[in-house]
């Protein structure tokens, strides 16, 4: 069993830049698309960025395309979510996962609320 914790979220103001973290722990991931999800109040999860098991392709949503960046490193069996330009829509509780089903168990996320 897969555990996911999230990290790095807080509090920014408009056009200011986060970076979030998450790391698994159990049995490796390294063979795994990964995911980032957000989701916002009275929203749907929706995923925001994915990456492949090598790191060498990845993919965003087009709400946040040219603005985040998404990485990975299997050795420390992580992912990370670098944020810039952010926006107040940009507000939700962002999660890491696989990248396509089934799930594993969802950590508590990490929340990032951004003001005008």
């Given amino acids: 069993q897969i555990q996911l914790v999230e990290s ?3 509090l920014v ?12 722990s159990g049995r490796t991931y390294s063979n795994r698309g990964m995911a ?3 989701q916002a109040p009275g929203k749907e999860r929706e995923s925001v960025a994915t990456i492949n098991w090598s790191g ?4 965003y949503a087009d709400s946040v395309k040219g603005r985040f960046t998404i990485s990975r490193d299997n050795a420390k069996n992580a992912v ?3 944020m810039n330009s952010l926006k107040p829509e940009d507000t939700a509780v962002y ?8 799930y594993w168990t969802w950590g508590q996320g990490t929340q990032v ?3 005008s």
């Fill in 56 to 59: 060498d392709s990845t993919d």
């Fill in 36 to 38: 980032w999800f957000r």
């Fill in 8 to 10: 790095g979220g807080g």
């Fill in 80 to 82: 990370y979510l670098q």
């Fill in 95 to 102: 999660y890491c996962n696989r990248q396509s089903r089934p």
């Fill in 13 to 24: 103001q408009a056009g200011g830049s986060l970076r979030l973290s998450c790391a698994a």
């Fill in 113 to 115: 609320t951004v003001s």
